[in-house]
């Protein structure tokens, strides 16, 4: 069974950096996409950034030269640093991962079959 643990969310000033971490067990896929995922209130779940089995990533625009995903080869282990951060950053920030190519569409939450439970991130101005 695939689980998915988020950690490293807080409360921070704008400006200020967070680190994420999303701690991946108990699948097997040869090939994957791992994406983090964020939801604010009374907004639809977003994409933020993802990166697959070979390191290739992929930003939602308006985190671009500000996040960056990584991803540990030889753990199953995911994480976002997050730099020059803002208000809008303020959400609930999962990790997702499947089967599947983090292709043009990697941003559709639906895609994703697994799912952290979450970690909050706080940005005030």
């Known amino acids: 069974q695939v689980q998915l643990v988020e950690s490293g969310g807080g409360s921070v000033q704008a400006g200020g950096s967070l680190r994420l971490s999303c701690a991946a067990s108990g699948y097997d896929f040869r090939r994957y996409c791992m994406a983090w995922f964020r939801q604010a209130p009374g907004k639809e779940r977003e994409g933020v950034a993802a990166i697959d089995t070979d390191g290739n990533t992929r930003y939602v625009d308006s985190v671009k030269g500000r996040f960056t995903i990584s991803k540990e080869n030889t753990k199953d282990n995911m994480y976002l640093q997050m730099n020059s951060l803002k208000p809008e950053d303020t959400a609930i920030y999962y990790c997702?991962?499947?089967?599947?190519?983090?292709?043009?569409?990697?941003?559709?939450?639906?895609?994703?079959?697994?799912w952290g439970q979450g970690t909050q991130v706080t940005v005030s101005s």
């Open positions: 997702a991962t499947d089967s599947i190519f983090c292709d043009d569409w990697w941003y559709v939450a639906a895609r994703f079959g697994h």
